[in-house]
């Protein structure tokens, strides 16, 4: 037999492992850039955390624009993003680690069990979770109309409902993007999986924070 006729698999799991750590590296460094802006905004006010979150969107924006021209600037924008987003969530995370440290702490490890164990059941499973992303993107947007009304009417407990719907979206939303992490082979992806990730892994804390906080009051 010749060479010519043994059959080729083609690289997938070599690209699916250099998709794979490139996209947690990104997450990392965003991450890390989070960390810096939270540190430099610590005294900033509400009102520029605000200004700032809207930045932060706007690089999001911009991210999925420059997806398909140029990978560099996309991942640019993905760092800006980060580095704006610990900027706009100063304030709230100077507010705990003022007044409930451990909380922060707790939330903390609590983030990477969570992200660990959600985020592994999602790359292993070969069950196909589009349907439900696209339930729980809806999911999403009507958690975000039940925020927006507990701000201006007293629901029992909406707080602590909140966050629990909110955990529960993420989990799924978490599988979800490992899954696709896995079952991805264009390395121009990294920078939107890594983007959507980060995303995960901060709503998950975020909405952890409040309920480690919220349970000292």
Do not use: E, H
């Not at 706007?58 to 980060?82: D, K, P, W, Y």
């Not at 592994?120 to 009507?142: C, E, M, P, Q």
């Not at 121009?188 to 409040?210: E, G, K, Y």
């Amino acid at each position: 037999m010749s060479s010519n006729s043994i059959p080729l698999r083609p690289p997938m799991t070599r690209n699916a492992g250099t998709l794979l750590g490139q996209t947690m590296g990104l997450v990392a460094v965003t991450a890390g850039l989070f960390a810096v802006g939270a540190y430099l905004g610590r005294n900033a006010s509400y009102q520029w955390g605000w200004v700032l979150f809207i930045a932060a969107f706007g690089c999001l924006i911009g991210m999925n624009v420059a997806a398909q021209r140029s990978q560099g600037f996309t991942v640019t924008l993905l760092f800006g993003f980060g580095l704006l987003i610990g900027l706009a969530t100063a304030p709230t995370l100077s507010y705990y680690a003022s007044a409930d440290p451990q909380a922060v702490w707790q939330a903390g490890a609590a983030t990477a069990l969570f992200i660990a164990g959600f985020g592994a059941a999602g790359y292993a499973t070969r069950r196909d979770l589009s349907a439900l992303a696209r339930a729980l993107f809806w999911a999403l947007i009507g958690l975000i109309v039940f925020g927006i009304v507990a701000i201006f009417v007293q629901i029992p407990n909406g707080a602590l409902i909140y966050a629990v719907l909110g955990l529960v979206i993420f989990a799924g939303l978490t599988a979800f993007d490992f899954q696709r992490l896995r079952r991805s082979q264009d390395i121009r992806t990294a920078p939107l999986l890594a983007a959507s990730i980060f995303l995960d892994i901060l709503n998950v804390f975020l909405l952890l924070l409040s309920l480690f906080g919220g349970s000292k009051d």
